[in-house]
């Protein structure tokens, strides 16, 4: 025991010098070392979830705007539904709407100097294709036959049948993306694991710690336009209040993205006046879907009287603080063949008790809530309980469904639980977003008519015209004639519409906050798609 | 004696694999009631609405296909070789990736610990020898407030005093000590108030026990009756708590990990979690119960060396 005499004096010395170590090393301070004196410009920014390995193949744990970064596509699909040509600078579509051909670019080259070409591009579709059932969720692939090479510069695409979005999907940042040929694994298995990162795109992967950052530098092979810095640190915050504070602390340069801090910190920074903020185009539609499989929401009184009851300029503006814009109709007009007239519900209390009144769902004397053959009228609405929007988007809409005579009752839980309580038939309500672009609305119409978990399919199948929308869906997917498809996404978007199946409620954005020293910032409406090629920041 | 403690040990490590045994039954039960299974989940996290083939094939690959019994017996059979599986979303090996991030917990709940033992023990002495003083007053009023205040928000608080208004720590991250200082100071304010409150009422109740007096009128001096007698005899309880402790810090940095985006097994757990990813899970409990049972059993042996009454009475029984 004589130890502990010397045990306190020995801790005390010990704490005392890590806390005078620490002052001392001041200088590590993110502060300090993002305006230190290099030649080199570097941009720093926050992201919730690590870089993953960087397969152009495979899904989690791949952050999409990682992947966005080193690999690219045939074709870029461009915010006003526009397609143009990317590593392929042009292509044909057979007659018969079967085969496409791509001519590719022939001035590419790998990171690693490596060509890129028509046996790579075969290599890449091969590797994709050999694991069909974990794609098949992008329709094409159910529809490819083959993919050979014409010549050294050309490839074919060949089809079973036609099927119109060949282009939207490949556009899409995975699975069609290209790896340099030195970044495949024995047996060309890239399903399993890739070798090494090698794309066409603007950036290299060139320093890397998992969970605590990536370093991208700028691809000195890069075929098109060169970043206007020479690298993008990538660090990992998981959390989104710890990512407003260290963007306070001149720590990070930019936050961009949906959702990667709350808007409530985004205000609060945006109010400050010393940041400046910018608000893409709306990429996708936050929405409920009512379940219509069975009770009171399977009448479409009741679905058409929630949306009459609620005040929705009101919610969005209160919630979003008016990052999001109302959405009247379920997609933005830039998405392709949505831009149709199509009568918004607006808010109209009184319309709604009437509805309600008509479908027999009546209010008793000294009764809070409407009932029908002795049946109180009372919904369950599921939300995402760590969604800082839907929480009290959800309270209030519970307030204002009190109202007119509805319980609604809410229950938070974790991701994806309301969605399959939904499809089992044991909730109403269930908030929904869809799917955005490249893939939008095609996407949308084949989760809808396929059982699948996207929910829409189950929610649907009380609706009266059901059978009819699947049948719509299926011509329009593998129709050839353009003037047909138009007309029939018109039909289908206008019966969801009238048969009020979803209630739209807001289109969210990309948001975008940087420092004053950054030069202006045009954010995109793509999910993953940050153009961090176009950024600079003042020396 | 040695001999006692030798069979004591012995006792308690051949108890540990049914504790093992107990805890990952559990775990593998209890994972399982999240609702939502792993193919579904890690298709809908990658943003692609799974069709019924995909999730079929995923759920045949990971194996989550099979009953559950037998996916127990092939878990229990891959560890009893020292394989735990490959993670669901990463598809590394379950052991690899938990071990790759151990050291970086460890250098965060050793930290915190030290601060702990640094902190405490002076302001508990300092607290009870001037107890009922403004300086006691000082020091319990902020241990309470640091066992009442909830991790997160005092991550939060230090981040903006520190941090933001002063400038002098980094708000993310992990290298320097700079780091690690906020981060281990936030784990380990709560247990500082406990140990304070812990070491100044054993003191207190040590300072009134005849042997003190006995000692002063032998004209012993203050400090060596404190440091030799009041303080060896206050500590042995503490003991028991310090083996709990390291667990409590080893687990309980979920939180601040999160916080201070410190790259360790609490981060690691959260999005495996939220991912399903049961082998991780799995794994990650497995190895907190064995840390837990290893660190229990040092504090008793450690309490055992200290206080020789533990050890009479083994022998008596």
Known sequence: MRLTKYFLPFLLVLTFSILAGCTSSEQEKGKIASKAKTEEKMITVGWPLDAGPLNPHTYLPNQMTAQAMVYESLVEYNDDGTITPKLAESWDISEDKTAYTFHLRTDVKYSDGTA??????????DAVLANRDMHSWMGMVNHIVEVVKVDDSTIRLQLDEPYYPVLNELAFVRPFRFLGNNGFPEGDLTQDSIKAAIGTGPWVLTDYKKDEYALFSRNENYWGEKPLVDKIKVKIIPDSD???????????????????????NYTYLKDSGKYQTATSEPLSTKALLFNTQSGPLAELNVRQAIQYAINKEQMVDSITHGTEKVANTLFWDAIPYANIDLAPILYNPEKAQKLLDEAGWTLQKGEKIRSKNGQPLTLDLIYIATDAIQKPMAELMQGELAKIGVQLNIEGADVMVGLQKLMDDQVDINFWRTNGPPTDPHSFANESATPNASGVYEAKLGLPNAKEIDTKIHQLLVGTDEEERVQLYTDILSMFHDQALFYPISYETNNVIY??????????????????AQMNKEN | MYESTWIFCLKRIFTLPFVLFGVSILTFVFIRFVPVEPAEVILRLARVAPTTEAIEALREELGTDKPFILQYLLWVKGVVQLDFGTSFVSKLPVAQELLAKLPATIELAITAFVLILALSIPLGIISALYKHSIIDKIIRFFTVMSVSLPTFWLGFIL??????????FPTNGKGTLAHLVLPAFTLALPTIGLFVQIIRSAIIEELQQPYVKYAQLRGLKNSVILIRHVWRNAAIPLTTLLGMTLGNLLGGAVIVEQVFSWPGLGRYLIESIINRDYPVVQCYVLMIAFIYVLANLGTDVLHRLLDPHLMMKDRRD
Do not use: C, T
């Not at chain 1, 990512?243 to 709350?262: K, M, P, T, V």
């Open chain 1, 242 to 264: 710890s990512i407003s504070l260290a963007f306070e602390n001149e720590e990070l340069d930019l936050i961009y993205g949906r959702g990667i801090i709350s808007l409530d």
């Open chain 2, 159 to 168: 981040l903006y005093l520190f941090s933001l208004k002063f400038g002098i």
């Open chain 1, 116 to 125: 890129f070409n028509a046996d790579n591009v075969i290599r890449n579709f």
């Open chain 1, 515 to 532: 420092q004053p020293y950054m030069k202006d910032l045009a954010p995109r409406a793509s999910e993953y798609d940050i153009p961090y």
